[in-house]
Every structure is written in C-alpha cells, then in structure tokens.
C-alpha cells in the first residue's frame, strides 16, 4: 500500500523546505546506518566474550560446590554458619557507569582479597579451600553479568537502530520524495498552463 503525501501546500517555498528536510532525513539515515553497523559488531564481539565467561564461570562455579559438599561431609550445616559469621570478606566490587555508542551499563570490577583465617575450633582445612574458590567463582560472575548487561542493553539499541533505519529508508524518506516529486509535476503542469495562457494572449493580440 502507498503511503499518503505530505498535506503542504504544493509552492515552490515548499518544495525547498522540503528539498532541505529530505537532505537532512538521509544524512541521519547515514548516521543512524553507521551506528547501527558499529552496534551489530560490539554485540558480536560482546557474544564471543559471553559465551567464553560463561564457560568459565560454570567450570568455577562447579567446583566451588563441589569442595562446598567435602566441606558440608566434614564439618558438619552448623558448623558452617557459625565459622561464616566470622569470615571476613573475599572480595571487593565497584559499580560505575559505562557508556558505549550512547548505551549506558554498569562497569562491575570484582578484586580478591587476601583471606583471612577463621577460628581453627571445629573447621576443617576445606572450608578456606571452599572459600577461595567461591571468591574466584564470583569475580567470574561479576565480570559475566557485567558483559550480559552490556549484551542486552546493546542489542535493545541495535534493534532500535535498525527500526528507525528502515523507517527513514521504507517510510519517510520515500514519503517525502514521492511529496516533492508531485510538487514538481504540480509546478511544471502550472508552469505550462501559464506559457500556453500567455501564448494565446499574443496570438489574440497580434490578430
């Protein structure tokens, strides 16, 4: 189905204003296209770097759990909460704002700190291993959620890029040629109907 024309009256000042709106329509179309391609390859890349932390994380996580069950045969759920109460923490996360392309995400920095003993009274020489490896296991997923974040908000503006490309290049861009090439028919037709006026004019003159 064809879109409607522009409702402007069809003037020679109308058909500049909208010769310049046209013009500047398909430099941010241009605009717009090269956000688009440089979007489509950071949430490529992003990808790569997901499905690599991922990976990474599950391996980590997995034997995290899996010396937190030796650790829960030895010492016991009690003995567990009570020595966690006195652990110090592993790590330390900083939150701050990113920005790539006008896509806004938080940058999480996870940092280990050096674990500091627990009472030997009723803990097992697991449960520092259990530690440690839970801490490597959460520096993964803080960097993991990071790099999902940053994939979802940059594929959400991606896809809104490519919407609003294929609005300005199958919808408004054609809208607005197909106004002024009416215009200019409209102008040319009028044009003609004055030279051929004025042509008889002369005629009925000169007879």
């Known amino acids: ?31 717009l296209e090269r956000k688009r391609e440089l979007l489509t390859r950071l949430v490529y890349e992003r990808i790569g770097e997901y499905r690599s932390l991922r990976a990474l994380a599950q391996e980590a996580l997995a034997e995290a759990y899996r010396c937190l069950s030796l650790t829960h045969l030895r010492m016991g759920n009690r003995s567990i909460r009570q020595a966690a109460l006195g652990a110090q923490p592993a790590l330390k996360v900083d939150i701050l704002p990113r920005r790539a392309l006008g896509v806004e995400y938080p940058a999480v920095t996870a940092e280990r700190l050096p674990l500091k003993p627990v009472g030997l009274l009723g803990t097992d020489a697991s449960f520092d291993t259990s530690r440690d490896n839970l801490a490597n296991a959460t520096v993964l997923l803080a960097r993991l959620a990071e790099v999902e974040t940053a994939l979802h908000r940059l594929m959400e503006e991606q896809r809104k890029a490519q919407k609003r490309v294929n609005a300005l290049k199958y919808n408004i861009i054609p809208r607005y040629r197909r106004t002024i090439h009416f215009i200019q028919s409209a102008l040319e037709e009028e044009e003609r109907n004055t030279l051929f006026q004025v042509k008889l004019l002369r005629e009925r003159t000169s007879a």
Not at 5 to 26: A, G
């Open 1 to 31: 189905m064809t879109q409607p024309l522009i409702k402007v009256p069809p003037t020679k000042n109308t058909l500049l204003k909208l010769k310049k709106q046209v013009l500047f329509l398909e430099d941010g179309h241009d605009l």
